[in-house]
């Protein structure tokens, strides 16, 4: 067996890097048998060298620029509120059990609600502004984040805890220099993961009531039969998702350098 693929073993930066970059490649290359081939249809699925066109022609004639500054305000709007608010509820239902006893039904009821089923009522409660699209992703992100925080506390190890009683530290001072600094790089880790989730939903609320952002522009380019503008619009939610997730990883291990290795 190679000694790449043992269970668990981690791989040299540099090589990650290539093997990362390689699945791009042959995606890339895939993409461009199936158009250039003519195995697919232009008119559903454009070529990579005419999504890039597409791109271009967003960019330099609909200002596409402002149309990314939307979404993107939108989401990290949204997630934001969502983290200010599960972040503090999950910690309080994960250290303290009868916190957890009291939420815990609702918000596992609350989180199979889909966010989308939403929409027509926000309308009618916020109309169709920003607010409206920005409590679409509250709502989708915030019941999932509590959940996630909620069992990353609960699970923090018992003996750590014990030992804090042992030393003669007090409740107060068992969740804020044991349980949190225990907890807070998976925290890190679950808000990396919510944020992503965040990206689906304010596409499904750009598609109602929107006159900017991505999702806005997808749906248009749908009117047109332009799969160029389409894909490209989606390629971009891609890359911006990817950015965001690297920097969240290298915030995370900056800040809790003491997870390393777990």
């Not at 944020?195 to 304010?202: E, N, R």
Request: proline share 5%; glycine share 10%.
């Amino acid at each position: 067996m190679s000694p790449l693929f043992t269970p668990l073993k981690p791989v040299a930066p540099a090589l990650r890097t290539v093997l990362g970059i390689s699945c791009f490649v042959l995606f890339f290359l895939g993409w461009g048998i199936a158009t250039y081939g003519g195995f697919v249809k232009p008119l559903f699925l454009a070529s990579p060298g005419d999504t890039l066109a597409a791109g271009i022609a967003l960019f330099r004639e609909f200002g596409f620029a402002e149309d990314i500054a939307v979404t993107v305000w939108r989401v990290f709007a949204g997630f934001v509120m969502a983290a200010a608010l599960a972040v503090p509820l999950g910690i309080l239902m994960g250290a303290f059990k009868p916190v957890e006893g009291f939420f815990e039904a609702f918000v596992s009821f609350a989180r199979y609600l889909p966010a989308s089923a939403f929409i027509p009522l926000l309308i009618l409660w916020a109309g169709v502004g920003e607010l409206q699209k920005i409590l679409v992703i509250f709502i989708g992100s915030v019941f999932q984040l509590v959940i996630m925080v909620t069992v990353i506390v609960s699970g923090i190890r018992t003996d750590l805890v014990e030992a804090a009683y042992t030393l003669g530290a007090k409740r107060d001072g068992v969740v804020l220099r044991v349980l949190l600094p225990a907890a807070a790089p998976q925290i890190f880790e679950a808000l990396r993961l919510v944020l992503g989730w965040a990206w689906t939903y304010v596409i499904v609320a750009e598609l109602v009531g929107a006159s900017r952002g991505i999702g806005h522009m997808i749906i248009d380019a749908q009117r047109f039969l332009d799969t160029g503008q389409m894909i490209f619009g989606i390629f971009v939610i891609g890359v911006i998702g990817l950015i965001t997730d690297l920097l969240f990883r290298a915030l995370n291990a900056r800040l809790f350098p003491w997870a390393k290795g777990r």
